[in-house]
């Protein structure tokens, strides 16, 4: 029998790796809980390392002032870190800039999960540590499971302390290695009360708290889990370099739908779980609808976090227009092969309406889908966003003038109907006040239908409908036919304001889509770089007012275009420059240098840097800020892909 041969993929990743720039190796010293010896382990390490001739450096290590720890620090070198004052405290943080300039072999960066203060270009230290071993230095760290970002809900129902800072699942899953330092739980609360972990007066209500036995033991197997999870995939990998045969499961494809609720983090870490657990690709889909627009500042601040989050865990984020958000699920869903649907539980059912579910269920064969309810952190559940009464919805929902012409309608039929009384039969009076509430159905919205409607009933029955001058009437088949064909006007209206929503949209997303084809044909008719980059200036001009374009030949860095009200400073070049470097896009609705007013995206293709398109982001509507962004992405893309085929000198 012939020898099994690795599969053309697998040899096809090999050859990619190989071919990779140089990149430094990361390991993780991962423990359930502080106190377990994390630094302590690692800082031991180091002095091996050291003996072995190793240039190893220490860029920043916390010991919590605990003396067997400090002790481990002499001997070993130190790269001086940085002093900041912040509120009045001198905080010590990694100096960034020295560790690449000093490019050690190995460089020991303890407090992974540290959020940097302001003024820094990271917002976080993963982040930090990233640039480090993208300059192909090796980087050893540190970190407790429950600041694992997918973990983050789990470790609230477990703990009932909510962590604040977390670090990406994608960034601790690419670590080359992670070594577990475990703890039996009866020792640990042991160094707690001999004060190894915290002050010695503050133990018994740390351990009160959060230093429980039922805690260590859940945040224990939540570390195993993901110390086995890391050994199984680099298994696997081996298994497929090698060709050993194993049950290779079929790719599987998840979509999750992000709704602006306190939830949405929530539901974005649990699909990413599920995901994880079996190594499928998965989508966060976001469907704007008319009420975007109505939206809060609270509620897009949930939106804007779960959108990006999904981004830094791994997933495809997409942001699309439709009426109906069932709809635009299942016909992106058909379209892209999905195989499991994720969406969370609705809080209230509506007997009338249609869940998202019914209607997902409905139209999909084939298809899994599943309904979670995920917590929602104390603080956000505070925040509960107050209905409107009737009357305070129709006057939110609908401009003044519209409404004063629904009234005015109403009682200029009131008018000419008692004016003519004498004169008009039943049956006319009743199709002079439906052409009024007709009118209405094509101006207003449906709650001020509604209430105009109510209204022209109660008025019709006052003076129209015998005994004059009263709510009561002799009639009840007239009182109903009217009441009948009143409220068919609210049906016309419902109708004509879908349709109406339905043109909107199918406009909007058809003039975006036109803009895009129209620059991709005027790119492929261009004959010099000037006038290309005149062209990308020209349509980005449908989406912000200023842009500056950056081009790369070799190692200098040329500003080919900037627009008047573009300010060039040295700030702006260096963030050009990190962007190059690190392949990354910066700035405005970013992570790094995220307060500066500008977004810098690297023209990046087939994993080289061509250049960088500067878009000024200062003016625009936080509502449309991802689509904006995301639309900005696309034209880079098309431009940089332009770019490279005719223009290239790399």
């Known amino acids: 029998m012939d020898e099994e041969r690795p599969t053309p993929e697998s040899l096809l990743e090999i050859a990619k790796k190989d071919q990779a720039p140089k990149r430094g ?95 820094f270009r990271n917002k976080n230290r993963y982040q930090d540590i990233e640039e480090i071993l993208n300059n192909g230095i090796d980087v050893w760290t540190a970190m407790n499971i ?197 969406i969370g539980k609705p809080k209230k059912f509506n007997i009338l309406r249609p869940s998202i579910f019914r209607k997902i269920a409905q139209n999909t064969e084939y298809i899994d889908i599943y309904i979670v309810d995920p917590p929602i952190p104390k603080q956000e559940s505070i925040f509960i966003k107050k209905k409107s009464s009737f009357i305070n919805s129709i006057l939110k929902a609908q401009k003044p003038f519209n409404l004063i012409v629904g009234v005015l309608s109403i009682v200029s039929a009131t008018i000419v109907g008692l004016t003519l009384r004498n004169h008009l039969n039943q049956l006319n009076l009743v199709f002079m006040f439906l052409i009024a509430l007709s009118i209405n159905a094509l101006s207003l919205d449906t709650y001020s239908l509604i209430f105009m409607t109510i209204l022209s009933i109660l008025i019709f029955d006052y003076f129209f409908i015998p005994p004059y001058f009263s709510f009561a009437f002799s009639d009840f088949n007239y009182f109903m036919s009217y009441s009948i064909f009143a409220f068919i006007t609210i049906l016309i209206n419902i109708l004509y304001i879908r349709l109406n929503k339905a043109i909107k949209t199918l406009r909007n997303s058809e003039s975006k889509t036109e803009l895009l084809l129209s620059f991709t044909k005027d790119l492929l008719n261009s004959k010099s770089k000037e006038e290309m980059i005149s062209k990308l200036i020209r349509h980005s001009k449908h989406f912000v007012k200023d842009i500056a374009v950056y081009t790369r030949y070799g190692d200098d860095i040329i500003l080919e275009a900037v627009t008047r009200g573009m300010q060039i400073t040295k700030k702006v070049e260096t963030i050009v420059k990190w962007c190059i470097e690190n392949k990354k896009m910066a700035g405005f609705s970013t992570s790094t240098f995220y307060q500066e007013p500008y977004l810098y995206i690297p023209m990046l293709k087939d994993d080289k840097v061509y250049g960088v398109v500067v878009f000024d982001l200062s003016n625009k509507n936080a509502n449309y800020e991802e689509e904006l962004i995301y639309i900005l992405e696309t034209l880079t893309n098309i431009f940089t892909s332009a770019f490279k085929t005719v223009f290239s000198h790399q």
Not at 46 to 73: A, C
């Open 146 to 342: 429950q600041h694992l970002e997918s973990l983050k809900n789990i470790v609230y129902q477990i703990t009932g302390i909510e962590i604040k800072e977390t670090i990406p699942d994608e960034f601790v899953k690419n670590a080359d290695e992670i070594k577990l330092i475990d703890l039996p739980p009866e020792e640990l609360i042991k160094r707690l009360k001999e004060g190894k972990v915290y002050v010695p007066d503050l133990a018994e209500s740390a351990i009160k708290r959060y230093f429980r036995i039922g805690n260590i033991m859940a945040l224990r197997e939540l570390s195993l889990r993901i110390a086995a999870d890391k050994l199984d995939k680099k298994l696997n990998q081996y298994m497929k370099e090698h060709a050993i045969a194993g049950p290779w499961t079929t790719k599987e494809r998840l979509l999750v739908g992000i709704y602006a609720s306190p939830s949405a983090e929530s539901l974005v870490r649990t699909t990413y779980r599920i995901a994880s657990y079996i190594d499928a690709e998965w989508t966060a889909l976001y469907v704007e609808t008319e009420k975007h627009q109505y939206l809060s500042n609270k509620e897009l601040e949930w939106l804007k976090k779960a959108l990006d989050l999904a981004t830094s865990l791994g997933a495809n984020v997409v942001w699309t227009k439709d009426v109906d958000i069932s709809d635009a699920i299942v016909r992106y869903a058909k379209s892209n092969n999905i195989t499991k649907i994720i």
């Open 25 to 119: 190796k990361l390991t993780i010293y991962l423990g359930a809980m502080p106190g377990v010896g994390k630094t302590y382990a690692m800082l031991l390490d180091t002095h091996i390392k050291k003996e072995e001739s190793i240039d190893i450096k220490i860029g920043y290590v916390e010991t919590h002032n605990r003396e067997e720890t400090q002790k481990l620090l002499e001997g070993l070198d130190i790269i001086p870190p940085l002093e900041i004052e912040y509120k009045g405290i001198i905080l010590k943080e990694l100096n960034l800039d020295e560790v690449l300039r000093v490019h050690p072999q190995i460089c020991i960066v303890d407090e992974l999960p540290h959020s940097n203060p302001p003024g």
